[in-house]
Every structure is written in C-alpha cells, then in structure tokens.
C-alpha cells in the first residue's frame, strides 16, 4: 500500500463508519541493548509521528522485534523490514501535527503510526494508533476491511468486537489474516495495535491462530 493510498484510506474513516454503522463507542526511544522502551502513551506516539519524515522512514521507530514475534508464532521464514514487493517507506505517520480538521484523528486527537515488515513472502502491516477517546481503531476500519477482504457487515461486526475488547485481548477477522489488539497505555487515552499477515483467506489451517498470537506478541513488546 503506498503511503498516498493509506493517507486516503484514513482520510475516508468516517465515511466507512457512517456506511457500516458502528457501534460506539515506539515511542520516540527505540529498544536498545541496555534496556526497553518508555511505556506506550497517547503523548509518547503523537510525539513520534510528528518526528517522522512526510515521505516515511526507512526504519519503523516503534520497538517491534518482528523475528522474536515471529518464532514465538511458529512462523517460518526470514523476516526483515519492508515490503516483499513494494518500494514503499517501512514506516509512515498520521495524525498529530498531520491531521486535517476533518479528519477522524483530528476530530478525536490521536496519531497512527504504520509499520511494514516481512516474513518469508507474506507482507505483515503492523499499524499502532493511540487516540484521546474511543475508540481507537475506528480509524482503522478501512484498513481493515482492505486487508481483509470484509463485506460492509463482515467489519461491522468486526469493529464491534474490536471495540469491546479489553486491553490484551486479541480479535481475528474472519479472514484470518488480520488481528487487533487493545492496548493498555501509560496514561490517559485508548490504544490498539492492528496486524495483518499476508492475504486473506491464505496460510495453513492454523494460520488464523498464529496470526492471533504474532499479533499478541508484537502488542506485548510494547507494552
């Protein structure tokens, strides 16, 4: 996905809520050898999306080990940042100083920001948005229904499960290939991560299970 084409895909957020009718409801200190990162806060991410680059990042500057994710999922295949396909940036930001006054992070302040990587010749999107109210992800529910192939109630029901979730929780689509999790923050604010690996409907019979426990994984590295 190219970083001109998620742009447009946030931007239509509140379009897609509107359609579905949803039910509402690395910081900037990457992990080093000598210690974790600084807890997840909705200030921590903004402050790191307004640092990046509007062209993107050759580096996501969250602290994702997606290799040590990847084995804890059973997950064969070398893995390293960027796309399979694409020259595309690894990492892009929304939000923060970004948003336009229409747009659905500016109308709930928040900040996204959108990490790529690989494992093996799957593709594996991992996007971290932090927001001031939920939820969250609604931001996310075109995101979502692209990666995952939903029909409009597919991601209505989706959304809705994703919104009640409790912080850890893990939801898979029905696809099996795209997972959220909410995510507990160090202070005031709601958070989820959303991964997806590969395209829909793809992988072993086991794949909707590893996709739920990559994405577990990452969401514990930053927590």
């Not at 409801?25 to 640092?51: K, V």
């Not at 919104?163 to 696809?175: H, I, L, Q, W």
């Not at 160090?186 to 991560?193: I, P, S």
Request: overall charge negative.
């Amino acid at each position: 996905m190219t970083h001109a084409r998620h742009r447009l895909l946030i931007a239509t957020a509140l379009t897609a809520l509107t359609a579905v009718t949803l039910v509402t409801g690395c910081q900037s200190d990457a992990r080093g050898t000598g210690g974790g990162a600084a807890p997840l806060s909705l200030s921590g991410l903004t402050t790191t999306a307004d640092g990046m680059s509007d062209v993107g990042e050759s580096t996501c500057p969250l602290p994702y080990d997606v290799a040590e994710a990847a084995k804890g999922a059973g997950l064969n295949g070398a893995t390293a940042a960027g796309s399979v396909e694409d020259d595309m940036p690894v990492a892009t930001a929304e939000g923060g100083k970004r948003a336009r006054p229409w747009e659905p992070l500016a109308k709930n302040p928040g900040a996204l920001v959108s990490c790529t990587f690989r494992i093996g010749e799957d593709d594996v999107q991992v996007h971290t948005v932090a927001t001031r109210k939920p939820q969250a992800i609604a931001p996310l529910a075109p995101v979502v229904q692209t990666l995952s192939g939903s029909s409009v109630d597919e991601l209505a029901g989706y959304m809705k499960k994703a919104g009640d979730a409790e912080p850890g929780d893990v939801v898979v689509t029905d696809s099996g290939n795209v997972a959220a999790v909410r995510l507990k923050l160090d202070g005031d604010g709601d958070a989820y991560l959303l991964v997806s690996l590969g395209e829909a409907g793809t992988g072993s019979p086991d794949h909707r299970q590893q996709v739920g426990d990559l994405a577990g994984a990452l969401a514990g590295q930053v927590q």
